[in-house]
């Protein structure tokens, strides 16, 4: 199979176990198998032994998807490339009726998603508690809104943002804007390439319609929102 694969792809190849595989997938760019796996995050293409012309066009088309992915997050490290509110507020990043607590569990469930989406660790979500913690609510930007965030030295791997919406308001110690149904978790990377999106996220906020959707926790009208206007 190796040998057939390399007549095709320039990409480098090793032949590993399953054992290994459930092991180290996180390694591997994509995995190519004859054989149906269970439990695999990474790009995975099933093809057959005689590796037939439907096998390698579906290969190709996962390894374009690899690279234009791997070429984005070149451009997020680099600073260059701003990516648009709805590129970083998605199905995955965004959450309606959250249950929690009180402040520090909305940081702690919203940091959550940006850990699972691999944009910052543990370390930048407890960063996020301690500058509240620190210098006050200041983070509740607008009535009933929070915007979390942090330092891009304390754990960001990449930009990233979640937006969750609560069963139940909760107080951050803000009097002028108390209490909060939306925490919004921003990460950057540096100064200036999460503008773009916070710029556009600030517009939504003033838009009577946009914050009836927070309110009324319709994720797929907030999502409708983002993605049909030009905000």
Same mark, same amino acid.
């Given at each position: 199979? #190796?040998? #057939?694969?390399?007549?095709?792809?320039?990409?480098?190849?090793?032949?590993?176990?399953?054992?290994?595989?459930?092991?180290?997938?996180?390694? =591997?760019?994509?995995?190519?198998?004859?054989?149906?796996?269970?439990? &695999?995050?990474?790009?995975?293409?099933?093809?057959?032994?005689?590796?037939?012309?439907?096998?390698?066009?579906? &290969?190709?088309?996962?390894?374009?998807?690899?690279?234009?992915?791997?070429?984005?997050?070149?451009?997020?490290? *680099?600073?260059?490339?701003?990516?648009?509110?709805?590129?970083?507020?998605?199905?995955?990043?965004?959450?309606?009726?959250?249950?929690?607590?009180?402040?520090?569990? =909305? $940081?702690?469930?919203?940091?959550?998603?940006?850990?699972?989406?691999?944009?910052?660790?543990?370390?930048?979500?407890? !960063?996020?508690?301690?500058?509240? *913690?620190?210098?006050?609510?200041?983070?509740? $930007?607008?009535?009933?809104? =929070?915007? =979390?965030?942090?330092?891009?030295?304390?754990?960001?791997?990449?930009?990233?943002?979640?937006?969750?919406?609560?069963?139940? *308001?909760?107080?951050?110690?803000?009097?002028?804007?108390?209490?909060?149904?939306?925490?919004?978790?921003?990460?950057?990377?540096?100064?200036?390439?999460?503008?773009?999106?916070? !710029?556009?996220?600030? *517009?939504?906020?003033?838009?009577?319609?946009?914050?009836?959707?927070?309110? !009324?926790?319709?994720?797929?009208?907030?999502?409708?929102?983002?993605?049909?206007?030009?905000?």
């Amino acid at each position: 199979m #190796k040998n #057939k694969l390399e007549q095709y792809f320039n990409f480098s190849m090793e032949v590993v176990t399953k054992d290994y595989l459930q092991k180290y997938q996180y390694d =591997a760019d994509m995995i190519i198998s004859t054989i149906p796996l269970e439990n &695999i995050d990474a790009p995975f293409v099933e093809v057959s032994a005689f590796l037939s012309e439907l096998d390698i066009n579906k &290969i190709q088309l996962v390894e374009k998807k690899v690279l234009d992915e791997k070429m984005v997050q070149e451009k997020y490290t *680099e600073g260059s490339y701003e990516p648009m509110l709805k590129e970083l507020l998605t199905e995955n990043t965004i959450e309606t009726q959250v249950n929690v607590n009180d402040w520090k569990e =909305a $940081i702690i469930y919203g940091g959550k998603i940006l850990e699972k989406e691999g944009a910052v660790d543990r370390t930048y979500t407890n !960063s996020m508690i301690e500058s509240v *913690e620190k210098f006050g609510p200041y983070i509740v $930007i607008a009535p009933h809104i =929070a915007l =979390a965030h942090a330092s891009s030295k304390d754990g960001v791997h990449k930009i990233g943002m979640s937006l969750i919406t609560l069963d139940k *308001e909760i107080n951050f110690g803000n009097k002028e804007n108390d209490p909060v149904y939306t925490v919004i978790c921003l990460a950057a990377i540096d100064h200036n390439s999460h503008l773009k999106a916070l !710029s556009e996220l600030v *517009e939504a906020l003033k838009e009577d319609r946009f914050n009836r959707l927070l309110f !009324s926790s319709d994720k797929e009208g907030i999502m409708q929102y983002i993605n049909k206007n030009d905000i």
